[in-house]
């Protein structure tokens, strides 16, 4: 919900340009997936930090190519699409992008990396298409319970000024939930009845509609990890604790843990599967939201996104939160 902010000086290597015919191989390393990224909200795929970050994950892990997933031709097209847009039609259009590209579609599978709402859209990628379908998915900062805030908008700023409007004034109109996007994966637990009956997006891929879709849980049990990240000092994404499923009460604070809620106890979306073949992670990142350092993201690429052959092998199952990543 912040252009990404990277606190240190990244590598000087350039990104190349030139597309390889097939994901890189290493008779030492092994496979080395494509990774695809999707920006957060009033970012765009032309900014500079994610040209940086694409840099990181090729010097990281040499050989990887880098799809940075966008919504119009344009910079300014992509960053108004954060703000604007139908969320199911732009994941209809990222399926079809996906499936298009002559590398990502003939790769064994990819990696996935979401940072704030893209998180979330790509887990709906995720449980409406996967094709190509997605090995390791890592997000930061995420909205994966929703949001029961908007922050405030800098008064220059007009595209979140006017979804900050449309949000607080009529967030459950039919209008709010096919136009404005912050307005998709809003979900206050004392206005739930009307986020099941109304949200466009969030209550249907989180599964909490008494029609359960199993194509959902199926496709996301079937991911090698799902690494969330939650910023430590996050007011950005409210409340900061929806980046690991949680819930929290806006009056009292109190914190539900996900193991403790419906979606994991009667495994809506195939989490608990997950984690009890030790494949999902939560880690904590220390700072605001998308305040992202080099050490941070290079850790979780070598983490994460290294070739097959290298990858560690899943961890004994818990929920586990891994502090200061």
């Not at 997605?134 to 995420?142: A, D, E, I, Q, W």
């Not at 709010?176 to 891929?205: G, K």
Request: charged content about 20%; overall charge negative; some cysteine.
């Amino acid at each position: 919900m912040r252009s990404i902010t990277l606190l240190a000086a990244l590598g000087t290597n350039a990104l190349s340009i030139a597309l390889p015919p097939q994901p890189a191989t290493d008779a030492a390393s092994g496979i080395q997936l494509p990774l695809v990224i999707w920006h957060g909200l009033g970012d765009d795929f032309e900014r500079e930090g994610l040209a940086e970050v694409s840099k990181l994950a090729e010097s990281t892990n040499p050989g990887t190519y880098v799809h940075l997933i966008r919504l119009a031709n344009d910079g300014s097209g992509d960053r108004s699409a954060t703000f604007f847009g139908n969320v199911t039609e732009q994941i209809a259009l990222v399926c079809e992008q996906l499936a298009a590209d002559p590398i990502l579609s003939t790769a064994p599978a990819v990696n996935a990396l979401g940072f704030s709402q893209g998180g979330q859209f790509l887990r709906g990628y995720i449980e409406r298409c996967n094709k190509p379908p997605v090995h390791n998915l890592v997000t930061f900062g995420s909205q994966h319970n929703g949001i029961s805030a908007f922050e405030s908008c800098a008064w220059d700023n007009w595209f979140c000024r006017g979804a900050e409007q449309l949000l607080r004034s009529g967030r459950w109109t039919s209008f709010a939930q096919s136009r404005v996007v912050p307005a998709q994966y809003f979900r206050d637990p004392e206005e739930l009845e009307s986020y099941l009956e109304h949200s466009n997006f969030l209550a249907d891929i989180n599964n909490e509609r008494a029609v359960k879709n199993e194509t959902y849980k199926k496709n996301m049990a079937s991911l090698n990890r799902f690494a969330m990240f939650m910023f430590e000092e996050d007011t950005v994404a409210v409340p900061k604790e929806s980046a690991f499923f949680s819930e929290v009460n806006v009056t009292s604070g109190e914190v539900t843990p996900l193991h403790e809620r419906p979606i994991y106890k009667e495994d809506w979306l195939g989490l608990k599967q997950l984690n009890e073949q030790g494949k999902l992670d939560f880690n904590t990142a220390p700072g605001q939201h998308m305040h992202l350092s080099q050490k941070t993201l290079s850790k979780a690429f070598s983490q994460y996104f290294a070739p097959l052959e290298k990858e560690p092998r899943p961890s004994s199952p818990g929920l586990v939160v891994q502090p200061g990543f």
